[in-house]
């Protein structure tokens, strides 16, 4: 038999406090993801502490083998219902969250709780995988000091740490402190290295406002809520809310219901990095959020160089692989492109509709054909339709088969993608070459720090027209419809939406309140973070490693040394202030000296040799106030002081009943 070296998990009892710790650990990680992922799984890992608490108290027992598998087998189920049976991130967040809620339940030695917290750690990184923001950092850091405070405590003495159970909380804030310049230090001197995996967030795809098509009539209300899309940082003043078109997709084949793209190979994809970057800075620079999809969003005339980005070579760009993580990219304003006729396959392509559907519509395009005599009378013909009879809404009716038809001449209600639908399928009819344009328009507006919040509900759609010697011409047949929406935006138009509810239904606070004021703040702080977190790409950082002298083995390798003889310093510091915290007095002392510092102030100070008992007897002689209770807990501090030691939870007790004698005669000063 070979004897193992490895040592055991420790096999100790838990200490009480040590437990709430790492309840309080599993806590913060479920609020943390409850917005991500399905609330049953919250619901779980909350009762699952609850149960744990009761146990703690005495009022439950552990649960047996019998009740574990079938609470496992319970979990496995309702997974396999919620996802059925698709694999993504989602699936493997929300089993390691329910693993770790249910081993809550059967946390009892030292060796368990060490592996728990462990699990904690991987379920806190996984919360990055949903939010990589400044307060997502700031949360992240701070749960990592809980969960090191947690480790703290189920090593400590148990008897200390019932005395001073808010200790290991200062430790971990002394560790993570330390180990922060070590962080910046990785943060500026590694590589910037591409995710080498990814995998799709359902519940992400889910809460977007776009989709790579687009159906009017299919669903009566449309999905939208208020999660961020991107912040767009402008070098110079922002442009009127009119002009916020930003582009991200265009839609051109129409099979009787909903629109898609015919296929990618129509457009010239190519590197970004092939058109020459203007000189001077960017005209503005975009934080863009995560979504899943290869969307890059710009306004009108863009001209982008970035590596991990395609251009169209029609104002329209792409990301090489879908966007699972937070990204940055500038984008330089672009010269107006000389005209290019489109050819007989694009013609065709931009003008071909169903065989059959939507007569009526059909008709009355040909119709407004014969009757204007140039295609800017036609467009103006559509426009006047939608302005005089249409109503602008977010809850239309259900559309049927032919849904062209029943929108333009039955219901008459509707929203951006029904009115961009309807005018391009005209336009089409009409022989005028026409395409959807999704994207969002508007966004909320900060003038003072310069930038724009676009969020999910901005996600519109509108059309774009083809003109003989002009080219591409954008046109918005909502504006005809709600000009208010175009002008002011969706939050002002539907300040009522339930997209703008928070998680417990209530309306957010305004923007002119001390809270919607930090919420703003709080919005800039987030952009600038990313602005320029994100922006420390591989050129960035050649660039400062130069000026600093590090771009060479030799000055990394001094940096380094340097750096690790400041940490040992700091650390050396660390040590010989905890020397002196140790040599202090004890809390019980240092609670009793506090009240006769209190005395003193009264005008009965204590003698330096006197005793406890010879200093209250002395006061009781003089008619101090409340001397009769100096002189029962002096008695009491006596015997612990200079008797047998007392057990933790007297000695506690003795320390209040001091404190609050002390707090007694503070009214009296």
Known sequence: MIESNASPLPTEQLPRVALLYCLAALAVDLGLLARELPAWISLVGASAIGWRLLIHRGAASFPDRWTKTLLVGAVCAGLALQYAGGLSLDVYVALLLLGLSLKSLEVYHIGGAQSFLYAAILALMTYLLYAQGFLAVVMTFLQMGLIAAALTAINADPRWLTQRPWLPLKTAAVSVGLAAPLLAFLFVVMPRLPPLWAMPLQTRQARIGMSEDLSPG??????????????????????????????????????????????????????????????????????????????????????????????????????????????????????????????????????????????????????????????????????????????????????????????????????????????????????????????????????????????????????????????????????????????????????????????????????????????????????????WVLGYDNQRQHSLLDWLGLSTPRGLLLAFGGGLGLTLAAFLLYLRHRDHTHRREDPLTAEYRRLCAAYARLGWPRAPAETPNRYAERLTRASAPAAHRLHELSARYARARYGASLPPTDSAALRRDLRGLRFRLRWMF
């Open 218 to 531: 299919a669903f009566s209300r449309p999905a939208r809520s208020a999660e961020l899309a991107f912040r767009a940082g402008f070098s110079g003043p922002l442009p009127p809310a009119s002009e916020l078109y930003w582009r991200g997709a265009v839609l051109d084949t129409f099979d009787g219901r909903r629109w898609t793209v015919e296929c990618d190979c129509h457009f010239d994809w190519r590197s970004s990095t092939r058109q020459p970057r203007p000189g001077g800075p960017p005209d503005y620079t975009v934080v863009l959020e995560p979504h899943g999809h290869r969307w890059v969003f710009t306004l009108d005339r863009a001209r982008l160089g970035d590596d991990r980005i395609q251009a169209s070579g029609e104002d329209l760009y792409r990301y090489a692989q879908p966007l699972n993580e937070r990204a940055r990219y500038e984008v330089w304003p672009e010269p107006a492109p000389a005209y290019r006729p489109l050819t007989d396959a694009e013609r065709s392509r931009y003008t071909r509709l169903p065989a059959n559907g939507n007569p009526r519509a059909r008709e009355l395009a040909r119709q407004w054909r014969r009757q204007t005599a140039s295609d800017s009378a036609l467009i103006e013909r559509s426009l006047d339709r939608f302005h005089q009879s249409f109503i602008y809404t977010l809850d239309p009716p259900l559309l049927g088969t032919d849904s062209v038809d029943g929108f333009l001449f039955d219901t008459r209600r509707g929203y951006c993608e029904h009115y961009a639908s309807a005018f391009v399928f005209l336009m089409r009819a009409a022989g005028l070459p026409a395409r959807i344009v999704m994207g969002y328009q508007g966004g909320e507006r900060h003038p003072g720090e310069g930038f724009i919040s676009v969020r999910q509900y901005d996600a519109h759609a509108w059309a774009e027209v083809w003109r003989e010697g002009q080219g591409w011409q954008r046109v918005d047949p909502t504006a005809a419809v709600a000009p208010e929406r175009v002008e002011r935006g969706f939050a002002e138009v539907f300040p009522n939406s339930p997209a703008f509810n928070t998680l417990l239904g209530l309306p957010p606070p305004g923007r002119d309140s001390w809270l919607g004021w930090v919420g703003a703040k709080l919005d800039y702080l987030d952009f600038l973070v990313g602005r």
